[in-house]
């Protein structure tokens, strides 16, 4: 299908820019090779990888793909452009969603666990999406008093983010990849709640199952050249 024309930027993140198509009800989602960032940041700012947004377009396909294969809903509706894929548009629900099925990250230094446990059942967290006060940690009954979502809707999501990673547990399994965590973002669309975003190396923790080698965000984070290894080593293993 050709591309639809895109209209006038409507957003633009760290990451991504959407913009508006012929359809009010679609958008073009496109990755970006390197990180929007302003003032003082800028003179740390990461260089642009080549093909990093080609990559993390088709990474979050195949995975948009795996999930509506499963019956979990997605904004995604097809691949448009090297680095953009046509979406629903959504009115996206203020929260982070964090799947945890080992300790990591932020998880070993709050609980002071070792990093690399394997938990006895998925930990899920929700963090409030404001900029301003840093994505902090919130339990469900914050979400109930910031009105950020009803009961029901917190249960749905709730039930999607476990039947998600019940889906890409044994699918990185295959790939010999231990899923550690990932993070999913959702939004409304007719009143239908579906998983929006990405799914990229950026918002997930990925280890080699084998040598427990950083193979995601971790990875990402050391230099340059580890980086253009780490997404091109997801996407042989994701998208080939």
């Not at 809903?73 to 894929?85: S, Y």
């Not at 008093?145 to 295959?174: C, K, Q, W, Y």
């Not at 190396?201 to 080699?208: I, M, S, V």
Request: hydrophobic share 40%; glycine share 8%.
């Amino acid at each position: 299908m050709p591309q639809p024309p895109r209209g006038r930027k409507l957003y633009e993140g760290k990451w991504k820019i959407l913009y508006e198509t012929t359809d009010p009800a679609r958008l073009i989602q496109r990755f970006k090779d390197a990180p929007r960032v302003a003032g003082a940041a800028k003179a740390t700012a990461r260089r642009p990888l080549p093909r990093r947004g080609a990559l993390k377009n088709q990474i979050s396909a195949r995975l948009f793909e795996l999930l509506q294969t499963n019956g979990i809903p997605t904004h995604f509706l097809e691949v448009v452009g090297p680095r953009e894929m046509l979406v629903r548009r959504l009115e996206m629900v203020r929260l982070e969603v964090v799947l945890r099925n080992t300790v990591a990250g932020s998880l070993a230094k709050r609980l002071g666990m070792e990093a690399g446990t394997a938990l006895p059942a998925p930990v899920l967290e929700l963090y409030y999406k404001s900029d301003a006060l840093g994505d902090p940690l919130i339990n469900e009954t914050h979400v109930g008093a910031l009105g950020l979502a009803s009961t029901e809707e917190l249960r749905a999501i709730r039930d999607m983010t476990l039947r998600t990673n019940r889906v890409l547990l044994p699918f990185f399994a295959e790939r010999d990849i231990l899923l550690v965590d990932f993070k999913l973002e959702f939004g409304r669309q007719a009143g239908r709640l579906m998983v929006g975003d990405d799914l990229t190396p950026d918002g997930c923790r990925f280890w080699d199952r084998t040598t427990r080698e950083r193979l995601g965000k971790d990875r990402l984070r050391r230099s340059p050249a580890r980086e253009v290894a780490a997404y091109q080593e997801i996407f042989q293993r994701v998208c080939a």
